[in-house]
């Protein structure tokens, strides 16, 4: 059973893994390590499909490009707060609805350069987002 899924597919036992891995840190994770988490699977989305696209591997950029305009649209996106948030969760809505377009351009013309856009785009948001991250629960569970 295990041989004959290793030669179908030699990846898949990792992938389990790395699922697991996700899911464990998913429910252990405090909604701002959940966002953090966003961020950083859109940047690998992004990174696969670079490397899709350069490798020639088009199916497999489409998918990361989806991935990463699902992670856009459906985790940061749909969960801004805009009636608390004012104008700092405005203008992120903005720029959450341009990266998805952009992203879809860029998956239509398989441009990398919308791709790395993108990239660039969201960068200084993981930084600030992980810069701010909260100490007080870590020092209570010391305590």
């Known amino acids: 059973m295990f041989a004959t899924a290793s030669v179908h597919a030699p990846h898949a036992g990792a992938g389990a893994y790395r699922q697991v891995g996700?899911?464990?840190?998913?429910?252990?994770?405090?909604?701002?390590?959940l966002v953090l988490m966003l961020f950083d699977g859109f940047d690998e989305a992004l990174a696969q499909a670079l490397g899709s696209l350069r490798g020639g591997a088009i199916e497999a950029k489409c998918s990361a490009i989806t991935r990463a305009t699902r992670i856009v649209d459906e985790g940061l996106r749909a969960n801004l707060d805009l009636s608390a948030g004012g104008t700092l969760a405005a203008d992120l809505r903005e720029l959450y609805a341009y990266v998805s377009l952009r992203l879809v351009k860029a998956n239509l013309?398989?441009?990398?350069?919308?791709?790395?856009?993108?990239?660039?785009?969201?960068?200084?948001l993981r930084e600030a987002w992980a810069s701010i991250a909260p100490e007080a629960?870590?020092?209570?569970?010391?305590a």
């Not at 464990?24 to 701002?32: Q, Y």
């Open 22 to 33: 996700v899911t464990t840190g998913v429910s252990a994770a405090s909604p701002h390590q």
């Open 109 to 124: 013309n398989n441009d990398a350069a919308g791709i790395e856009e993108c990239r660039r785009l969201m960068q200084p």
């Open 137 to 142: 629960p870590e020092a209570t569970q010391a």
